[in-house]
């Protein structure tokens, strides 16, 4: 018992449960929006939420570690067997579902150049489209327009949040700016609101404050903000 309440206690572990809660609370939030499908069987949810929070312990490992963590691809791997189990009848979702599970695992090879922009550039993809488009085709066997439209921006929140974790090394302050521009731009492709302008500014506001915040802490209160964001964009 002692043991079991000095890992609780962990920071770390922490900060992992409450990373990972709330990067699957987005997910589910983003593959729910326009869903009118029917609902999942309670086995394929467990072995959806199963892969959802392996992959996010998994990449909040890796992260915080900057791709030197061994226990991340562990759980970045037995979720690659989740996300198989999730959709058993379906082989293009099944290897949509382990894409970024090795993407993740050939990260830590340094050799391969994937700690860059064009890393970057999947994983925000892979990140941000994996549980929703998954969850969301499973329950209507499509994708609809009205659907993947929000998900542009939230693919470009994972590049303006995520960017300092691939991008480590110092640039031109002008380089800076375009993950954000990116980001605003794509809020602005779903009208004009009320709630796209507090979420541009909530983005904004966080991008500046991002690097100033103790390393940490970084990844859970960009978990904490990135879902703000997207029940904004999602509701």
Known sequence: MTTIMAFLKNKTVQQLFIFTFFQNLLWWVAGSTAATGTPLATNIKVYLGGYGMLVAAGYFLILKRHFQSRIGPIFVVAAATLGLLAAPHDHMLQLFAILLCVFLVLACVPQLGLQSAYGLVVFSFLAGCGVPVIL????????????????????????????????TKERDWRWTLVTPAILILTLLTLGFSCQIVIAGLLAVAYWWLQPKINDNYRLVTTSVVQLILGLLIFD
């Open 136 to 167: 969301f085709f499973l329950r209507n066997h499509y994708l609809a327009m009205q659907f993947l439209m929000p998900m542009v921006p939230l693919v470009a929140s994972y590049l303006v949040f995520f960017e300092p974790y691939y991008l």
